[in-house]
C-alpha cells in the first residue's frame, strides 16, 4: 500500500520557521521525483518545489526562492521542506507528491497527474 504522509505543518507567526517531512512508503522512493504543492483556502493548487531523485536537482517556485529548501533522504524514505521567513502568504495546505518523472508545473494541474499524493499538513502564518 502506498502512502506519503506529511507532518509538521503548524501555526506560526510572520518571519518564523518550520520543517515540512513527508514519509514515503510503498513504492521504490529513489526512482521518484518528488514535489512539494500547496493550497491556500478558497484558490487552486500551486507547485512550491520539486526534487530529483537523488537530490542532485532541485527547483523552486519563484514565490519561495531563496527562502524555502527541499532535500530528501533516500535511506529513510523521506523528502523534507525547510521554510524560513515565512509569510502570510505561504499559510496553505501543503502536499507532497511523486511522479516516476520530472514534471514542469503548469496552472490548473490536478493531483492526480501525480502518481501518488499525499494528505497534506496545514501551515497557518499570522502576521
Known amino acids: 500500500q502506498v502512502q506519503l504522509v506529511e507532518s509538521g505543518g503548524d501555526s506560526v507567526q510572520a518571519g518564523g520557521s518550520l520543517r515540512l517531512s513527508c514519509a514515503a512508503s510503498g513504492f521504490t522512493f529513489s526512482r521518484y521525483w518528488m514535489y512539494w504543492i500547496r493550497q491556500a483556502p478558497g484558490k487552486g493548487l500551486d507547485w512550491v518545489s520539486s526534487?530529483?531523485?537523488?537530490?542532485?536537482?532541485?527547483v523552486y517556485a519563484d514565490s519561495v526562492k531563496g527562502r524555502f529548501t527541499i532535500s530528501r533522504d533516500n535511506t529513510n524514505n523521506t523528502v523534507y521542506l525547510q521554510m524560513s521567513g515565512l509569510k502570510p502568504e505561504d499559510t496553505a495546505m501543503y502536499y507532497c507528491?511523486?511522479?516516476?518523472?520530472?514534471?514542469?508545473?503548469?496552472?490548473?494541474?490536478?493531483?492526480?497527474?501525480?502518481?501518488?499524493w499525499g494528505q497534506g499538513t496545514q501551515v497557518t502564518v499570522s502576521s
Open positions: 507528491a511523486a511522479h516516476s518523472e520530472y514534471i514542469r508545473w503548469e496552472p490548473g494541474m490536478r493531483s492526480n497527474e501525480y502518481n501518488y
Open positions: 526534487i530529483s531523485r537523488l537530490g542532485s536537482s532541485t
